[in-house]
């Protein structure tokens, strides 16, 4: 069963990614190398969710326990207890599959490992680890939100 989500990258779509997981009430653990991009994810999501509240399609309860179910940080330990993986860094394919690589080394067994690419092959990621039937895509749209 999915408790924990782990999500690389808090840029223009990991912070997206992170909020809905988190409004659908999984706890989320939201990496980036950067400092500065968890601050400004953290923000875009606080934002995201105001505006939720203001046109009265989410309760301040909510807001504050979704946001509750966000861990930011710049370290992949909390990725040991990760039930699935959204990837979801730069587009560039040696940073993706060096973080595959890592991935595999962290997450338990089982767990699949999934990347947000928009154009990298998914095998080749997959490649970079020892469990590539567990390896896959999954493409979030970037849609303007609330
Ligand atoms: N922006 C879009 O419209 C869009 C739509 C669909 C898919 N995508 C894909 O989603 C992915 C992310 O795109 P984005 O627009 O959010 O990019 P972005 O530049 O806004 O964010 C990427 C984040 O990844 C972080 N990062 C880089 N290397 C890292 C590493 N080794 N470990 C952890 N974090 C790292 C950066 O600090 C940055 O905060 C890309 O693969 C992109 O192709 C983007």
Redesign the pocket.
Known sequence: MIKTVGV???????NGIAQVFAQAGFQVVV????EK?LDRGRAAIEKSLAKFVEKGKLDAASREAALGRVVFTTSLDGFAAADYVVE????ERE?KRA?FAKLDQLVRPGVMLTS???SISITTLAAATRRPDLVLGM????RCRS
């Open positions: 690389i990258g808090a840029g223009t779509m990991g990496q980036d190398v950067a991009a979801a860094a730069f587009e940073t973080l947000n690419t928009s493409h979030f749209m970037n």
